[in-house]
């Protein structure tokens, strides 16, 4: 029951700025000014239905050490994007042709901050969390992962690679990030930092959500395996490279910190159900 009213509370938030977000489309400083109230009220709320339904101190979004963790988490989304391009810039698939519009890219930092918020709240936070403490980190990482790429299929030119790359890439290091520190800030940080290098800064395709221009005037163009094609970068090889590469990472940071969660007996199982709050 609380994993349904967690997930009820912040999918409504989710769907009112989303809503607030799509109606300003054609005004980006106004969907800046949205943006980022709405995914700062998505973790208040979190913190609500979650403290409410648990009765604990909701640990993983304490407001000690957030900004920098999400800057970290920002700087390393940035960098990871960041090497993408490059491979494909000095390959040719990329060409920029001066700037595009710094309206746009205001425009999509609100829209990818509610949207990294309110993704990792429901994923890592809710679905994530709820699973591992049943079925331990590794088959709880497999099998939010996939649901998250899964969801992607939803997008305008979304295709079957396009989620598995999700799946992999995102599903698995972003999920890596939370269990490395046990705290939201980091994966939300990436999840922004990449999604706004990928809009915001370079102007490439997100997810295949027919993105508008960001700051450089940009054109992607090449064979699909690398370039991702009308899904964006994030369906090429590259991406899923360094990803896994960074979700290695920060599995071996979890591994070392005593972070990952074994699978528990059937017994142990019941007796953590029994004790749950209602």
């Known amino acids: 029951m609380r994993l349904v009213r967690q997930l009820l509370a912040v999918a409504a938030v989710a769907f009112v700025g989303g809503q607030a977000l799509t109606a300003a489309e054609d005004h980006p400083w106004l969907q800046l000014l949205i943006g980022v109230p709405a995914a700062a009220l998505a973790v208040l709320v979190y913190r609500w239905v ?59 930092f609100g829209f990818m901050a509610a949207a990294a918020v309110t993704e990792e709240l429901l994923f890592r936070g809710i679905l994530f969390r709820v699973a591992e403490e049943r079925v331990g980190t590794w088959i709880a990482l497999v099998l939010t992962g996939t649901l998250f790429g899964l969801v992607h299929l939803l997008n305008p030119n979304a295709n079957a690679w396009g989620a598995v790359a999700i799946a992999i890439e995102a599903g698995g290091m972003l ?73 290695i990472a920060f599995l071996w940071l979890a591994r070392r910190r005593g972070n990952l969660v074994p699978r528990r007996t059937r017994a142990a199982r019941a007796d953590a159900t029994a004790t749950l709050p209602r």
């Open 50 to 108: 979650v403290g409410r339904t648990e009765r604990r101190p909701v640990t993983e979004v304490a407001l000690e050490g957030a900004p920098s963790a999400i800057g970290r988490g920002t700087l390393v989304g940035v960098a990871l994007f960041g090497a993408v391009i490059v491979n494909l810039f000095t390959a040719g698939y990329y060409e920029v042709d001066g700037l595009g519009s710094v309206p746009g890219a205001a425009g999509l």
């Open 175 to 247: 999920t890596a990030a939370y269990v490395a520190t046990r705290r939201l800030w980091l994966p939300i940080g990436l999840h922004f930092g990449w999604n706004f290098a990928g809009s915001g800064i370079f102007s490439t395709e997100v997810s295949g959500n027919d993105t508008p221009q960001g700051l450089l005037n940009s054109v992607t163009s090449g064979p699909t395996p690398l370039t991702g094609g009308d899904f964006g970068p994030e369906g090429s090889v590259y991406s899923v490279l360094f990803c896994v590469l960074a979700t």
